[in-house]
T-cell receptor
Framework: DAKTTQPNSMESNEEEPVHLPCNHS???????IHWYRQLPSQGPEYVIH???SNVNNRMASLAIAEDRKSSTLILHRATLRDAAVYYC???????????FGPGTRLSVLP | EAGVTQFPSHSVIEKGQTVTLRCDPI?????LYWYRRVMGKEIKFLLH????????ESGMPNNRFLAERTGGTYSTLKVQPAELEDSGVYFC???????????????FGEGSWLTVV
């Protein structure tokens, strides 16, 4: 199973950009890179996903390295509501499950 | 549009009793997944339904756990008999397409919190 590596925790100030890194050196050519986040006492929530090109949506941006061995989730202006655990997950085969690691716990300071 | 709904949200039962968790996926989603997080551990996959069929049940911990999906709609996860180590939060999720391979989004419910005492 392809694995991802993320920092255990990060801190940001409110209204500043946040860059959450993820390393996935064993990614296969068909793996999508998914980001989910989990707010306290809630289920995981979809943030963004991509394959090769950078992606933008209303929540965040995903920057994918050219060799695809790493990616960065970018929150352009962190809010207190963005405090959560962020998971970087790879999809590698049809129908297989998500493998959650410990993720990155993001704290946002007012 | 309603999201993935789970019932009950919280349950406290005694060791040896039975608990049944229910999940209603997003309407039209053929794929339904169960995950759980037990105390101090990471979220782990339990099983995956495609419509009413079990596609992958490799994550089911033992035969005390039984999952069903009647008519390809809602799903139930029964734990019988419950043990202390079963305490945790059980998440249900659903998706429209094949899942990860095509990059389709998986939507999670808020979870059913189970405490076995």
């Amino acid at each position: 199973d392809a694995k991802t590596t993320q920092p255990n925790s990060m801190e940001s100030n409110e209204e500043e950009p946040v860059h959450l890194p993820c390393n996935h050196s064993t990614i296969s050519g068909t793996d999508y890179i998914h980001w989910y986040r989990q707010l306290p006492s809630q289920g995981p929530e979809y943030v963004i996903h991509g394959l090769t090109s950078n992606v933008n949506n209303r929540m965040a941006s995903l920057a994918i390295a050219e060799d695809r061995k790493s990616s960065t989730l970018i929150l352009h202006r962190a809010t207190l509501r963005d405090a959560a655990v962020y998971y970087c997950i790879l999809g590698w085969n049809y129908g297989q499950n998500f493998v959650f690691g410990p993720g990155t716990r993001l704290s946002v300071l007012p | 549009e309603a999201g993935v709904t789970q019932f009950p949200s919280h349950s406290v039962i005694e060791k040896g009793q039975t608990v049944t968790l229910r999940c209603d996926p997003i309407s039209g989603h053929d794929n339904l997944y169960w995950y759980r997080r037990v105390m101090g551990k990471e979220i782990k996959f339990l099983l995956h339904f495609v419509k009413e069929s079990k596609q992958d049940e490799s994550g089911m911990p033992n035969n005390r756990f039984l999952a069903e999906r009647t008519g390809g709609t809602y799903s139930t996860l029964k734990v019988q008999p419950a043990e202390l180590e079963d305490s945790g939060v059980y998440f249900c999720a659903s998706s429209q397409g094949p899942g990860q391979y095509s990059g389709n989004t998986i939507y999670f419910g808020e979870g059913s919190w189970l405490t076995v005492v």
